[in-house]
């Protein structure tokens, strides 16, 4: 279902000049009440007159984490505390937590946002979403519930750490929709299956994000629950969930362009990126109001394809995540993502989606283990059949990423398992650094 038709399935030229006439007013907003950017577009000899249309977003500085630092927490807030009516943080990899505030506008328009998410996903006020992301300083549960309500579903607002208690309520109240991490739902899987109540649920769609995960892995939840899965991507200093989405013709995350203008660039060079090829994704917030962010170099690998969708919307698709700029390991000089990893397992009969990858460096050379959780059936079986296994994945693993890594089975359970976002590296060699 379509939310927002007029916005959704809006013509190109509707749209370029619907995001001019936002950036302008944006870029003026930021000049005017945040003394950081006056400051970063003076050092560019740019004035606000200098901005007159979309194209003009190359003239922009950029945004990046440093700034976010630098900033924190309000630096970079456009409107005083008064209108302010909420602040949400996720933990930055290293440093201070990454910071988003909110006015009441802002929200509601995170909130129809997140809606368009759910509608595409096929959610309407009919269904009954459990939110099984973690309510709190994360825009997950919050970001989510928002967005339901805004649907018109009834949300059953579970959080996250009660797995047992989640299922209950999935059965008792007939939940017929679930946001949650990817890893979250395939530990939920699991229980259900422990369980054995698999016929007592009503589940028929997932909506996941938060984190990267794979086609293979959305395959994997399908047929296991018997559902739709859907991709949801956001970030906390953008917004949080709802910034983009898959339709049921999962040929990318439709990007809500007419709020968040995407861009694909060269992390080397800086220069934009043509359709199709890969770089990172930067976002300018088009009308947000408590902390707008220019060019904000999100650090998400991905590429871009504009063109109508069979959908029917209009919208950019955003390709499948690569992973980030900062989760790619370089090990004896090779590129390898953890994604990959995951694609390669996903493939094996036997091997779960639990695994970790321990990169360490002995007699100055890397070494990479690979710890892969097997299914209980497999660890059941014999030794022949382990090794057999662990041959297979060494293979697999060899032909993904090109390195020969040491293979690690894992019991069942014998990894630790994520209700929020899930960790899949381990790198000692940091520690001597
Ligand atoms: O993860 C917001 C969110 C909540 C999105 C619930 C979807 C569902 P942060 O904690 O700020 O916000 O983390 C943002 O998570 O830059 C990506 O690296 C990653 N990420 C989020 N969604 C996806 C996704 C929330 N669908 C960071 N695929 C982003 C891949 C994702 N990565």
């Not at 959704?8 to 950081?36: A, F, G, I, P, W």
């Not at 989510?144 to 949300?155: D, N, R």
Request: aromatic share 8%; with cysteine; hydrophobic share 35%.
């Amino acid at each position: 279902m379509i939310w927002n038709e007029s916005k959704e399935c809006m013509s190109r030229d509707q749209l370029e000049e619907l995001q001019s006439k936002r950036l302008v007013k944006t870029v003026n907003r930021v000049y005017h009440n945040v003394e950081y950017y006056r400051k970063k577009m003076q050092e560019l000899g740019l004035e606000p007159g200098d901005i007159k249309d979309i194209h003009d977003i190359e003239k922009l500085p950029f945004t990046t984490y440093e700034d976010l630092k630098i900033t924190y927490p309000f630096g970079l807030s456009a409107v005083p505390t008064s209108e302010l009516i909420r602040v949400h943080a996720s933990s930055g990899t290293t440093g201070k937590p990454k910071i988003g505030v909110y006015t009441r506008r802002d929200i509601e328009i995170w909130s129809e946002a997140v809606a368009r998410c759910l509608a595409m996903a096929g959610i309407t006020r009919d269904d009954i979403i459990q939110v099984g992301y973690g309510y709190g300083l994360f825009t997950g549960g919050l970001g989510a519930h928002y967005g339901a309500e805004y649907l018109g579903a009834m949300v059953i607002p579970m959080s996250t750490g009660n797995t047992k208690k989640l299922i209950d309520m999935m059965i008792d109240c007939k939940a017929t929709a679930i946001a949650c991490t990817p890893s979250y739902l395939l530990h939920v899987a699991e229980d259900i299956e422990k369980y054995d109540v698999l016929d007592k649920i009503h589940l028929r769609t997932a909506i996941c994000g938060a984190e990267p995960w794979t086609d293979e892995m959305r395959d994997q939840m399908e047929k296991r629950l018997n559902i739709k899965a859907y991709d949801i991507y956001g970030l906390t200093e953008i917004c949080g969930p709802g910034v983009a989405c898959d339709c049921e013709y999962h040929k990318g995350l439709h990007i809500w362009e007419d709020h968040f203008y995407p861009e694909i660039i060269n992390p080397t060079t800086m220069k934009q990126e043509a359709e199709g090829v890969t770089g990172e994704m930067v976002i300018t917030n088009l009308t947000k109001e408590g902390m707008p962010l220019l060019r904000y170099r999100t650090r998400d690998l991905t590429s871009l394809q504009y063109g109508k969708c069979e959908c029917g919307r209009t919208m950019a698709r955003i390709q499948r995540f690569k992973g980030r700029t900062d989760d790619m390991l370089i090990i004896r000089g090779v590129n390898v993502f953890p994604s990959q990893v995951e694609a390669a397992l996903l493939t094996i009969d036997g091997t779960t989606p639990h695994y970790m990858l321990v990169v360490d460096r002995v007699d100055n050379k890397d070494t990479l283990e690979v710890q892969v959780e097997v299914a209980e059936k497999v660890f059941t079986d014999e030794v022949s059949g382990l090794e057999k296994l662990s041959e297979e994945i060494h293979q697999k693993l060899k032909g993904a990423i090109g390195l020969n890594a040491k293979v690690r089975l894992v019991e069942p359970n014998g990894l630790e398992h994520f209700d929020g976002k899930s960790k899949h590296v381990i790198d000692k060699r940091k520690l001597y650094e």
